[in-house]
C-alpha cells in the first residue's frame, strides 16, 4: 500500500518513470566516478610513497659514481706518477715539499686539487689532495728510492 501511495504521490508530482530512471543513471555514474576519483588519489600515494624515494636514491647513486670515478682517475695519476718517480726520475729533486706537476689529459677530469710531491732521503711522498672535500679524500702513495 505505502508503494503505491508513494508511487501516486511522484506520478502527481509530475514526474516520469524515465525521468526517475535518469536520476538513478545520474547518481550511479556520480558513484562510480567518485569512487575513481579515490582510486586515482591512492595510486597517486603509492607513487609518491614508492617512486619519489626511488629518484632520490639515483640521484644519491649519480653523486657517488661521480666520486668514485674521480677516486678512480686520482688513483691511476698517482700510481703512474710514482712508478715514473719510483724508477729514477725522483734522484735529480731537490729533498722537502713541493707541488708536484702532472701532465695526464685525465686530471682534467678530477675537481680543484693539487699534487704534492714530498721526498726525504730516499723516501718519496706523492698525494693528490681535493680542494674542496665535496666526498674525495687525499689519494697517497709512498715508496722508496734504491
Known sequence: ??????????????????????RKNQLKLQLQRGFLE???MVGLAILALAVLPLGYTFVRERHVLK????????DEIVDGEMEI?????ASGLPDGTQN???HAQAARQLPPGHFELTKTGNHLRLAW??????????VVR???LK
Open 1 to 22: 500500500m505505502k508503494i503505491n501511495l508513494h508511487r501516486k504521490i511522484w506520478h502527481a508530482g509530475g514526474g516520469s518513470s524515465g525521468s526517475s530512471q535518469r
Open 38 to 40: 579515490v582510486d586515482m
Open 67 to 74: 666520486i668514485e670515478y674521480c677516486r678512480g682517475i686520482a
Open 85 to 89: 718517480l719510483a724508477a729514477g726520475a
Open 100 to 102: 708536484y706537476p702532472v
Open 129 to 138: 689532495t681535493p680542494d674542496a672535500r665535496r666526498g674525495l679524500s687525499a
Open 142 to 144: 709512498e715508496s722508496t
